[in-house]
């Protein structure tokens, strides 16, 4: 059903409901509750579609609760009529049994039974009790005033629980949505953070460190060895190569343990019987 141009489509979240034992789809508008497709509903009763669709949009009532929205049938998305929780009980109400499935057919009669106590005990007139020995007190007696009050009460309870549960929906939405927002703030922490260890520069001590460690291994390769090439000239250039620095001292704090690695990746190079290649690492990370 697609051709339902007056009604607005809405952005939903897909969700299973049991509708008295039957597993349908149903579709989370957020701000107005759940709205079941037209379809599936007609489907689990037994009803042709169309019809009732049509009905529907004619009611006066019922016509306020329908919805246009998106949801997988057969292995696709489509865009379909729904009608919303609030007004699935009074769609049932109006619904005439032989019209439904053999199977199904006792579950709606059951339900529009309970239906019409509620109602009367909600809108129908408060009767007192009858005596027992009047004669019009039989199977069909009207339902005595005390358990009216009690039918009442219990609807009014069941209205308070629904509200609760309600805003119980939408407290979970919300503290999901603070969860979404600080998880986006921490990512941004994050990410200024991380721009900062680009931008701040190592310590003194720590650019102190790598120059005595690179003069270190040139002056002990050159012991070593006795070359000529200006080994020290030699280390630092490659290191401001690989660093991608202009300087030593220009190092970003990010790349620092990067640097205490290539020194030793040097010093085993270079010197790889020697321990003593690398001064002492005895200074802290700022």
């Known amino acids: 059903m697609t051709d339902l141009p007056e009604l607005p489509q809405r952005p939903v979240r897909i969700e299973s409901v049991d509708l008295d034992g039957d597993e349908i789809i149903a579709a989370v508008l957020e701000g107005e509750g759940v709205a079941v497709p037209i379809r ?7 009803l042709a579609t169309q019809p009732q669709s049509d009905r529907l949009r004619e009611h006066d009532v019922l ?6 929205v998106k949801v997988p049938i057969g292995g ?7 009608i919303m929780h609030t007004h699935i009980a009074f769609w049932l109400a109006t619904i005439t049994p032989s019209q439904v499935r053999d199977d199904v057919r006792p579950k709606l009669v059951r339900y529009q039974k309970e239906l019409v106590v509620v ?12 005596p027992l020995n009047s004669p019009a007190t039989t199977d069909t007696a009207l ?4 358990i009216h009050q009690q039918l009442a009460a219990t609807v009014r309870e069941l209205r308070t629980l629904r509200d609760v549960l309600l805003a119980s929906l939408a407290e979970q939405h919300a503290t999901r949505e603070q969860v979404g927002s600080i998880d986006d703030r921490l990512q941004t922490v994050e990410d200024v953070v991380e721009d900062l260890r680009q931008i701040v520069k190592i310590s003194a ?7 005595r460690s690179i003069k270190r291994i040139a002056i002990r390769y050159l012991q070593r060895t006795n070359t000529t090439i200006n080994t020290y000239e030699r280390l630092f250039a490659q290191f401001k190569i690989d660093m991608g620095i202009p300087r030593y001292d220009a190092l970003p704090a990010s790349k620092y343990d990067r640097a205490l690695a290539w020194l030793h990746q040097q010093a085993a190079t270079l010197l790889p019987d020697d321990p003593d290649a690398l001064p002492p690492h005895q200074e802290q990370l700022i």
């Open 40 to 46: 599936l509903v007609c489907d689990a009763l037994g």
């Open 63 to 68: 016509s306020q609760g329908l919805r246009v």
């Open 76 to 82: 696709r998305i489509r865009s379909v009529l729904a």
């Open 119 to 130: 109602l009367n005990a909600l809108y129908g007139p408060a009767i007192p009790t009858l």
């Open 143 to 146: 339902i005595p005033t005390e």
């Open 205 to 211: 001590v720590q650019a102190e460190y790598i120059q």
